[in-house]
């Protein structure tokens, strides 16, 4: 699962929950960049990669090489190049939003154990914003970093970059 698409997804929970200002609204979403990154750790206990479907939606494969209990996790939005959300985790499962964004693709316990295995998943951004936020958002060029990790290694780490546009009538 993509840290950075925890991140997305988190921070459009934040803004829709805070958005009372001009240049937000019902959008479109169109992906322009994913990237897998490094995450704090020396080592990694999973691997990982993706197929952009479209700029849409995203297949993203998690090779978890091991059970692993995650300690922590960082989200960053930036807007236009300026920081927008920080939001850093000592325990991702104490946020029940994240909880249930990693229940929905990967097999995690109630203590926050990811077990071991090899997840597959279709990430569609589109769908994810109407479904949690009406498809309201902040208009703009967005970047996303998420990053989640457990004491010993990194789980998932990922840069989205997405153009957030008013949404077009038809």
């Given at each position: 699962m993509s840290t950075n698409i925890f991140y997305f997804i988190y921070s459009l929970f934040y803004v829709y929950s805070i958005a009372n200002a001009k240049g937000y609204g019902s959008t479109d979403i169109v992906i322009t960049k994913v990237e897998i990154c490094k995450g704090p750790k020396r080592v990694d206990c999973a691997g990982a990669s993706f197929i952009m479907k479209n700029n849409l939606s995203l297949t993203y494969e998690l090779d978890?090489?091991?059970?692993?209990?995650?300690?922590?996790g960082k989200i960053e939005g930036s807007?236009?190049?300026?920081?927008?959300v920080k939001y850093q985790m000592k325990n991702p499962c104490d946020n029940l939003f994240i909880k249930?964004?990693?229940?929905?693709?990967v097999n995690i316990s109630d203590s926050c154990m990811v077990a071991k295995g090899q997840y597959k998943f279709l990430v569609d951004v589109e769908n994810i914003s109407q479904k949690y936020y009406n498809g309201v958002y902040f208009f703009g060029n967005w970047t996303y970093k998420s990053v989640f990790y457990g004491n010993s290694c990194n789980v998932i780490c990922n840069v989205i970059e997405l153009i957030i546009t008013p949404k077009k009538k038809y």
């Open positions: 978890l090489k091991r059970d692993i209990t995650l300690s922590g807007c236009e190049g300026k920081p927008f249930s964004l990693f229940k929905t693709f």
